[in-house]
């Protein structure tokens, strides 16, 4: 390829990154479209993990109870009013995981009881094995055949009752556990409370009442959170992070400064030890930020607190294929080669060393990645990316940039090179 | 110029020294587990005025019945450690708190674990360690497989990764006893940390064994084997020196102004990488040297 066709090829991949950094300057539509997208740690916000119980659904039916789980909780966030919210499934060989992430959330404690108080819903019948006491064991029937409830009031007493409706499924269910259990109670549960027990009738068509003794107003909240979604499966909240929105901003700014710091001491240092082919270096360092930068806009990477440690990090790793290259042609040069000469020479004989030092350092970040832990994972997909980029400028730009150079004047003006 | 093959012994004695002293700080005194490994609760927040005195905070939150660890951040911030607690009790700690003077509520952060989290990263972490370590021993034995003579490839693996527990071990020590006394915890990111060792620090040795490598194939009749390598480490010195201080470099600036979460992630760093330079130019080389000498005596 002709030196000049790959340096406008350079210019181009700047004029890019640039926008993409900087959208606001020239006001490229195109450009402006793209943003980049923060972390929870970085514009504070709340992320949940709750344990779900599966012990009482059979196998079958568990991912359509997972899915429906997962959907009245979304429901539940979107009536919430946060802007993309994330809720998703998560599930290992232990135990079955609801992780909720509520961005820029300003109210965390009503968020957390928002989810913390969808009711569970459950119906239980006597259990014959002990005659002693009557206890309650599980059925089937769960909240999650529940198509509404309404608040209605008993015609001679007036006080509230809660009727339910299920759907199809949960009314052929309903009539089922009815019929078995004629002569003798079935007890309504929520949020393992015992609600209320009565004896019972077969009941067909899907409809059941709640007759507990509670108030107008607690009657009236309980419809409304069962109408919200009652939830299929009881969840268990075993972890909680939350963020307060200038606290994720302070983070951002300290972590941002250091980056700064760091790119410019670095930079200075390229120059200081290798002068004007230090610059060169940091002319693609310069580029080396803007693309990753572009791509963190483009993918969309989810920048956090450890995602900026890592690209820092990088910053430094990147520089690192270039002290290796000048470092030979400093040897090259002296023992009396010419700039062009010694850059190829340079950069041949240092390829294997830094292929073999990237590579690992790539593996290693790979394997991390799969510790699954947010902050783990944050850290080595920028480390990683920022890796695969710096392999690409710091050899190939910074060496197109070099051939520039080679047989002019420039070569020949000593104190410009080391 | 000090000679690096003659005076080993000295190197070895300063590694032997920082590595049983990391050794006995690990099982001596442990780590101090952060919360995200071991469960529990961590409540960060700031006053908006001047924070209360400990023991009117200690006062106001006795009735919760919690055992708090308490540490004040500056002037206004205070950092509450506790066994994990459900969001209720997250709330009157808050309440209470604020009736003893009126918190930020913008600038706090609370996170809680169950125990069940951390025992899995535990767990996945051992895993992780084991995969890196064989993934480094097997890559650096098939780079260095055309190097067989006279030590075979397998062994300048061998040295390498023996070199890598070496930085890794020293950066544990030092968060162990930084645990001890000034209560920096065993956590995910010093974790991360030290796994980016492992993959880091190999770079250093990998450029002085490439040198060993080139080196060896021009090698004259009059040069020995240590001669080579004693060449090899001094051509390798400033390259060295240059791509780990460039990637020190930022890191120190993150230690400084990066805010406290990632303070002493990035100073397990620094000191793996600092230790990883020196122990790819004192160590690793030496170290095979010494295995080819005796296996030179053993012969003759």
Known sequence: MDKYIKLIFILVLYFICFNFVFPDVLKIPIFQKYSFHLGLDLQGGTSLIYKVDLSNISQKDQDSALESLKNIIEKRVNLFGVKEPEVRIEKNLQETRLLVNLAGVKDIKEAIEMIGKTPYLDFREEDQSNTSTITFKKTELTGRFLKKADLEFDPKTYSPIVTLEFNEEGAKIFQELTKRNIGKRIAIYIDDNLISATVQEEISGGKAQITGKFTIQEAKELVRNLNAGALPLPIDLISQESIGPSLGKIYLEKSLKAGIYGLIGVMIYMILFYRFSGFLADLSLLLYAGILLSLFKLIPVVLTLPGIAGIILSIGMAVDANVLIFERMKEEKRSGKSLSLSLKEGVKRAWPSIRDSNLTTLIIALIMFFLGSSFVQGFSLTLGLGILVSMFTAIFITNTFLELFENTAFEKIKILWP | ?300
């Not at chain 2, 009790?89 to 600038?107: A, M, R, W, Y």
């Open chain 2, 1 to 300: 110029m000090f000679d690096v093959i003659k005076y080993r012994f000295l190197f070895y004695t300063f590694s032997l020294i920082l590595v049983l002293g990391s050794i006995f700080s690990i099982f001596y005194f442990g780590f101090n587990l952060g919360i995200d490994l071991k469960g529990g609760s961590i409540l960060n927040l700031e006053f908006k005025e001047n924070r209360p005195e400990i023991p009117k905070i200690e006062e106001a939150l006795k009735d919760l019945n919690l055992n708090i660890n308490f540490q004040p951040v500056g002037e206004k911030g205070l950092v509450l450690k506790m066994k994990d607690i459900s969001e209720e009790t997250h709330q009157k700690i808050i309440e209470k708190l604020n009736s003893l003077s009126p918190i930020d509520e913008s600038k706090e952060s609370f996170q809680t674990i169950g125990p069940s989290i951390g025992k899995e990263l535990q767990r996945k972490t051992n895993l992780v360690i084991i995969l890196c370590t064989l993934s480094i021993l097997f890559y650096v034995s098939i780079a260095f497989r055309k190097v067989s003579r006279p030590v075979p490839s397998f062994y300048y693996a061998f040295f390498g990764t023996i070199a890598l527990c070496h930085d890794v071990l020293i950066s544990a020590g030092l968060i162990s006893i930084l645990g001890k006394f000034k209560g920096v915890e065993f956590s995910i990111p010093i974790i991360t940390a030290l796994l980016t060792i492992f993959g880091y620090s190999i770079n250093d040795t990998v450029v002085v064994y490439d040198r060993i490598r080139e080196n060896l194939t021009k090698k004259t009749s009059q040069e020995s084997f240590e001669d080579v390598v004693k060449k090899s480490i001094n051509q390798s010195f400033l390259r060295s020196f240059n791509t780990s201080f460039t990637t020190i470099l930022p890191l120190i600036f993150i230690y400084f102004f990066g805010g406290e979460s990632l303070k002493y992630f990035a100073l397990t760093l620094i000191v793996g990488i600092a230790f990883g330079t020196y122990s790819s130019l004192f160590l690793a080389p030496q170290l095979i040297v010494d295995y080819y000498l005796r296996k030179k005596k053993n012969r003759s």
